[in-house]
């Protein structure tokens, strides 16, 4: 009688623990394919820089019909457009500016100019190492949401935000960038932040991810970009 129950047992625990490991192993969410929006905050960035050149143009006395022509390139500039379209309007609109001697001008129209585009699949590979990895901290949607129950807190209980990487609760919608120490604008350069992933930030609960490959540090980031459109208008300076 004893034997058949020692038996029992050894069969359900073999059966049932490593049962159990394999559950822990597994992400406990599943994967969601589905882009990240940031589609309002693409919008607030190009009515800031809208806004600016439309003040400008205001202050400008004279060469009615180009002015008009600028205003009118500014006024489609405000919406989401796509790469061709939009660089199509912001070439015609810098050249306009340069002709009527004004380089200013120029240079805002500049600051919606798409210079990148993502690489879908990089930023889906990127987006499941992320929820692996980071979603605990950072959010599933990197917005600093930490996915834990109770949310992180230091030794004394206060809570703890994990870096933001949408800019959605920033006013400006920016990212800010506080460790990354060459800074460039408002961004950090790509080497910085992956070296930041790499050795983590001591005295922070940022731990470090020194057995990430290449390739998916560069996914990671790749998602990480994707989660603020200012990346994509942003120009890095050597
Ligand atoms: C255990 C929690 C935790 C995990 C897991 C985590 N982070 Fe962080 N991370 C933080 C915290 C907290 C901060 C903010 C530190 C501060 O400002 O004091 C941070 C900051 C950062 C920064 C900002 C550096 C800067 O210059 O502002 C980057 C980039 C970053 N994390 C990337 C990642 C990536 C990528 C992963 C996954 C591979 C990850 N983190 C996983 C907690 C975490």
């Not at 949401?145 to 609760?169: C, M, N, Q, V």
Request: proline letters at 5%; aromatic letters at 10%.
């Amino acid at each position: 009688m004893k034997g058949i129950l020692i038996g029992i047992l050894v069969v359900v625990f073999s059966i049932g623990v490593p049962a159990l490991y394999r559950n822990f192993g597994e992400p406990k969410y599943p994967v969601s394919e589905v882009r990240v929006d940031n589609s309002e905050i693409e919008k607030k960035y190009r009515e800031s820089v809208v806004s600016e050149i439309l003040n400008k143009l205001s202050e400008l006395d004279g060469n009615e019909e180009v002015v008009n022509r600028l205003k009118n390139l500014a006024e489609r500039l405000k919406e989401n457009l796509l790469l061709d379209e939009n660089n199509k309007l912001v070439n015609e609109a810098k050249s306009l500016s340069s002709d009527i001697g004004r380089e200013d001008i120029a240079n805002l129209f500049d600051k919606v100019f798409i210079r990148y585009e993502y690489n879908p699949e990089k930023v889906s590979y990127g987006k499941k190492l992320f929820e692996n990895w980071c979603a605990t901290c950072h959010g599933r949607e990197g917005d600093s949401l930490a996915i834990t129950p109770e949310g992180l807190k230091d030794s004394l209980g206060h809570a703890i935000y994990a870096r933001d990487f949408t800019g959605k609760y920033h006013r400006e919608g920016k990212v800010v960038f506080k460790f990354a120490s060459e800074f460039v604008g408002e961004f950090a350069s790509d080497e910085e932040i992956k070296r930041i992933i790499i050795e983590g930030l001591p005295g922070t609960p940022m731990p470090g991810f020194p057995m990430l490959e290449e390739k998916e540090l560069d996914a990671i980031l790749e998602f990480i970009k994707s989660l603020n459109p200012r990346w994509k208008f942003y120009e890095p300076k050597k």
